[in-house]
């Protein structure tokens, strides 16, 4: 059995009783749940001041041990006031020897994402605490593409996928579309070339995630890229006033820009059924027929 190790860098969880109800199944299957007393902690609507926050991550550096799975308990917003003070290299020395297994998503997009620019680590973009383990009719799926990821040096994800058929294969990055906008020419945004790009929101409209988009193609980013896969954009409804404009506009907009692949339809995200991705490993793209594959390895993984 694992431990998880828990951290809280951006809001306070505002659903306790889903966060203790992770807690207890994880438990409940075995497993240690540790650093449990900063579910409860708060500062407005922040999981805890600046340095509590802070001190969440970058005790990282000194935690010991084999196999341990540092996972927040939510997300919100609150990770971008620790960038410019995290100790990016300690973290990445750490990483060299028992890497920790550090999952996570949506606000946390921006610790990742710095984490690969600054020190080539790899994390795994997934389920956390509240949200995915704390669910009160938690997922299957997530919970099985959770511990594939984790103890798989090699594994493969396949689903109902639409867009031109290809084979490519490159570094896969991205995660929240949202917090990847927001790092758009800062330290903390990995300058990766022929990657695979996966990207997923909650509450944006669909022209919102479009000109989120658009700002990544206007930079450079989304050209530089071998592909560009689509997740969950939850809470994307359109209106009466967009006659028409959907997500399934928007992406046919979007192919119409882009000279690489544009495959959506995968189910990562902010939806009870996600699946991990290891975030800076090395992935293997196909579609054809509409089904997509990828094929994820060179990720650390649990050893026992």
Not at 55 to 81: E, H, Q
Not at 87 to 108: E, M, V, Y
Not at 161 to 168: A, E, H, L, R, V
Request: proline share 5%.
């Amino acid at each position: 059995m694992s431990q998880f190790h828990l951290i809280a860098p951006s809001g306070y969880c505002i659903n306790q009783s889903a966060a203790q109800r992770g807690v207890s199944r994880l438990e409940d299957a075995g497993h240690q749940v540790v650093h449990q007393q900063v579910i409860a902690r708060r500062d407005r609507r922040f999981a805890g001041d600046e340095n509590a926050r802070l001190a969440d991550i970058n005790s990282l550096v000194t935690l010991a041990g084999k196999n341990r799975i540092v996972m927040p308990v939510r997300g919100g917003y609150g990770a971008s006031r620790l960038l410019d003070n995290i100790d990016w290299q300690g973290l990445a020395n750490r990483q060299k020897h028992d890497p920790l297994l550090i999952c996570g998503h949506s606000d946390f997009t921006a610790i990742q994402m710095g984490l690969l620019a600054h020190g080539n680590v790899i994390t795994f973009s997934g389920p956390m605490l509240a949200g995915n383990f704390g669910a009160e009719s938690p997922e299957p799926f997530t919970e099985t593409h959770f511990w594939q990821a984790l103890t798989h040096p090699e594994y493969c994800i396949e689903w109902a996928g639409d867009g031109p058929n290809c084979d490519t294969q490159g570094t896969l990055w991205g995660g929240n579309l949202a917090m990847m906008t927001s790092l758009i020419g800062t330290p903390w945004l990995p300058d990766i070339r022929d990657g695979i790009l996966v990207l997923e929101d909650i509450n944006e409209h669909p022209f919102r995630v479009e000109r989120m988009l658009l700002q990544l193609l206007y930079a450079g980013i989304l050209p530089r890229q071998r592909a560009l896969v689509l997740g969950s954009f939850s809470g994307a409804t359109p209106n009466d006033y967009d006659a028409g404009y959907d997500l399934n506009a928007m992406y046919d907009y979007l192919r119409s820009r882009l000279s690489i692949p544009v495959i959506t339809g995968l189910d990562f995200g902010h939806e009870p059924c996600t699946v991990t991705l290891a975030l800076g490993a090395h992935a293997q793209l196909t579609h054809s027929l509409g089904r997509s594959t990828l094929t994820v390895s060179g990720h650390p993984v649990l050893t026992e």
